[in-house]
């Protein structure tokens, strides 16, 4: 008896998608969700859909300085433009991915709902997507695909990987499952989404291109909105010959000549689309993406290649039920990859391409945090995210702070203070985790050349820590801001300061509590930055283990003498924080006033006190104290545990950045010292804990900068790089 149309069509689409993942020539025939399963998997979509990508944009600006992105996208290869899937239900967004999103250099914004949407049509009559049912749409890694029943024996795939750091590939494969003969056309279809304002409304002028459409931009320097330089491209083009016609802000793409489908044939339609910045990347680009489309086939298996390296890398030694978690994880830091462009030197990854002044710049604290995550799947990228910070570290005689040799500025953009970058910020640097995160790196990748590359840099930096911070010459160092036009008021330097610890708004830099700043200077007078009026115990925790992180990058260089001194200096530092910043009576580590060396016990308990435990600086009675805190719920062990402020203190805010949300690095910390004083069972049930109560975070939701303690709502920016980098060595701890 032969099957009725509908179930040879359901058949067929099931081994194409196969087909479509892992084409013919890719060798086995496995989808990717087999090839994604964990070891002793069973589901064939353990990985799809980690993080929900389905949404549009209402507007072109996805949102504002307070407000996220609402749609989560996905990127690849350090990209400057991103997509999501169309919404479930609303056809005006079918037959083509969401967006894109792209960055104006510094700030995201949508280029349109849908710009490049495939439509069909047989006799003049346009075919109906949904004609056979609701659409599939699913985010795999790697990958968006979307699948699609016209009904009447027709159905399509689309599906969208990166091709290179500035190029999206887009396949369709549109399938005949009937018995007769389909003659059909093909068009696309776009409309830009302008934005509202001057002089950023004008910044966009489509355009016909030779084998498809484009979008050209003026040059825009709106400092806090939009920057552009006039050379910026958007160009989608077509493998096969196309005319396009365009009408105002909308365009349509046809096919040149129909296709006619025998029964059981399939015909690929495949196009990329390239965002790029500059005349003579356009250019490369051009070049690039004709050898794409001259084999599609062969990005795909080099795409699903990577990814199948990606996911077992983040996979490994991680329990089964957090698999999906450290995927989402992977996906997350993939989607901020960004790739050098401007004055960004190296690949590097963002804070988040979600919120407005995370997406286009690299932050030396989060930069130490993420390569440690992204070193369990890329070590390559991982290097290169160093030196994208190091790029731009104070060299020696340099002529605009030549007193801030060695120092690492907080953050660095696309453009630097010259080309009227006004997110460049030199006015602090972060807390010292450089060496840590190089040793991270290189136990996974194992390029001594990159240790011989960063060492002296390493040094220097930490050098320029007691030349610059230490206001007393006593070993312990304050947190302080640089001599810099922008710190030009005790209350600006103050600010800065907090910056420079990355815990801003944390209570113990409240000016009302008595924080303030001193000067430093030079043995010749000269003005060489300011200090806080307390040395802080996260800081010299940090400083301690980079001194013996570094004396074992030296010992591995053969530096004998230099890993000797370092070894020493390390001792040296954890001795000072462990008898003076430590407070017997109340079981906890603290800040202390400089000059006086008081234990600031008033300003209440912070997480920053256990960092000493993950530095190893703590005695055993010491940690176990410390211990007692972090498991007490009145203390630490709130609902979702681990929290920036004890839930005892009378500055404890739950909502309120640094004064009481769960920052996962902070956690990660806590919990990594635990387990380093032999806690290992009680940081494994605080652990589960806070995954189990971080909002989304083991299902389809985007992993925050933040969370509420007290109910684990997610707070703050979404889809938050640093977050997802140190998830990574939480879920798979000891691995």
């Not at 290189?442 to 050098?463: H, M, N, Q, S, T």
């Amino acid at each position: 008896m032969r099957p009725p149309p509908r179930a040879l069509f359901v058949l067929a689409l099931v081994l194409a998608l196969a087909c479509l993942q892992f084409p013919a020539d890719a060798g086995p025939r496995v989808t990717a969700r087999t090839a994604h399963e964990p070891a002793g998997g069973t589901g064939r979509d353990r990985y799809d859909d980690v993080l929900d990508l389905r949404g549009a944009p209402v507007a072109a600006l996805p949102g504002d300085a307070q407000d996220d992105n609402p749609v989560n996208v996905f990127a690849d290869q350090g990209a400057w433009h991103a997509y999501a899937l169309p919404a479930t239900g609303a056809p005006s967004g079918y037959g083509g991915f969401t967006g894109p999103l792209y960055i104006a250099q510094e700030y995201p914004w949508w280029l349109s709902t849908a710009f490049s949407r495939i439509g069909l049509s047989e006799r003049g009559r346009t075919l109906d997507l949904a004609g056979g049912g609701e659409p599939r749409f699913t985010s795999r890694p790697g990958s968006l695909f979307q699948a699609y029943d016209l009904g009447g024996g027709l159905g399509f795939t689309l599906e969208l990987r990166y091709a290179t750091h500035r190029t999206a590939l887009v396949r369709a494969a549109v399938r005949n499952t009937g018995g007769v003969p389909r003659t059909l056309r093909a068009d696309w279809t776009g409309t830009l989404l302008r934005p509202a304002e001057e002089p950023l409304r004008q910044a966009l002028s489509l355009m016909a291109a030779p084998r498809g459409v484009a979008v050209g931009f003026a040059k825009v320097r709106a400092a806090d909105d939009f920057l552009t330089d006039g050379t910026e491209r958007f160009e989608v083009r077509h493998a096969d010959p196309v005319r396009t016609t365009v009408n105002g802000d909308s365009y349509r793409t046809e096919l040149a000549r129909p296709f006619t489908l025998a029964p059981g044939a399939q015909r690929s339609l495949d196009w990329t689309e390239s965002y790029t910045f500059t005349t003579a990347e356009h250019t490369a680009e051009a070049t690039a993406t004709e050898r794409v489309l001259a084999d599609a086939n062969r990005t795909v298996r080099a795409v699903d290649a990577r990814w199948r390296g990606y996911v077992d890398g983040v996979t490994a030694g991680v329990p089964v039920a957090e698999r999906r978690l450290a995927v989402k994880a992977l996906e997350t830091l993939v989607t901020n990859w960004r790739s050098a462009a401007g004055a960004l030197a190296h690949d590097g990854i963002t804070p988040s391409v979600s919120y407005k002044w995370f997406a286009g710049g690299f932050w030396a604290w989060d930069t130490w945090k993420q390569a440690v995550g992204t070193a369990r799947f890329d070590p390559a990228l991982a290097r290169t995210q160093i030196r994208s910070v190091l790029d731009h570290q104070v060299r020696p005689g340099s002529t605009t702070r030549p007193q801030d040799a060695g120092m690492i500025p907080d953050v660095v953009f696309y453009n630097d203070p010259q080309r009227g970058g006004t997110n460049w910020n030199e006015r602090n640097s972060k807390p010292p985790l450089g060496a840590w995160s190089v040793w991270q790196v290189y136990r996974r990748g194992g390029d001594k050349d990159f240790l011989r590359e960063v060492y002296p840099k390493l040094a220097a930096y930490e050098d320029w820590w007691y030349r610059n911070r230490d206001h007393d010459h006593n070993g312990l160092a304050e947190y302080g801001a640089t001599v810099d036009p922008a710190n030009g008021s005790p209350a600006q330097q103050r600010l800065a300061a907090a910056w420079e610890s990355g815990m801003d708004n944390a209570p113990r830099f409240d000016a009302a509590l008595g924080t303030s700043v001193v000067p430093n200077r030079d043995g010749s007078g000269r003005l060489t930055g300011y200090s806080l009026t307390q040395e802080s115990v996260d800081l010299n925790a940090y400083l301690a283990a980079d001194q013996r992180y570094l004396a074992m990058i030296a010992a591995e260089l053969g530096k004998r003498s230099a890993a000797d001194a370092w070894h020493a200096r390390a001792a040296t530092t954890a001795k000072a924080v462990r008898e003076r910043m430590y407070d017997p009576a109340t079981g906890w580590f603290y800040d202390t006033a400089l000059g006086t060396g008081t234990r600031l016990t008033d300003r209440g308990r912070g997480i920053e006190g256990a960092i000493p435990l993950w530095a190893g600086l703590a005695s055993p009675a010491q940690a176990t104290a410390v211990r007692q805190r972090l498991l007490d719920q009145d203390e630490f062990a709130t609902a979702m545990p681990l929290p920036t402020v004890a839930r005892s203190s009378p500055y404890f805010s739950a909502r309120q950045y640094w004064r009481g949300p769960v920052w996962l690095d902070q956690a990660y910390f806590a919990l990594a010292g635990l387990r380093g004083y032999g806690f290992g069972r009680d940081a494994d049930t605080l652990a589960a804990r806070l995954t189990a109560g971080a909002q989304g975070l083991l299902g389809e939701g985007p992993i925050r900068e933040n969370y509420d303690p007290l109910t684990g709502e997610g707070l703050k920016a979404s889809n938050f790089s640093w977050s997802a980098a140190l998830l990574l060595p939480l879920l798979a701890a000891g691995s």
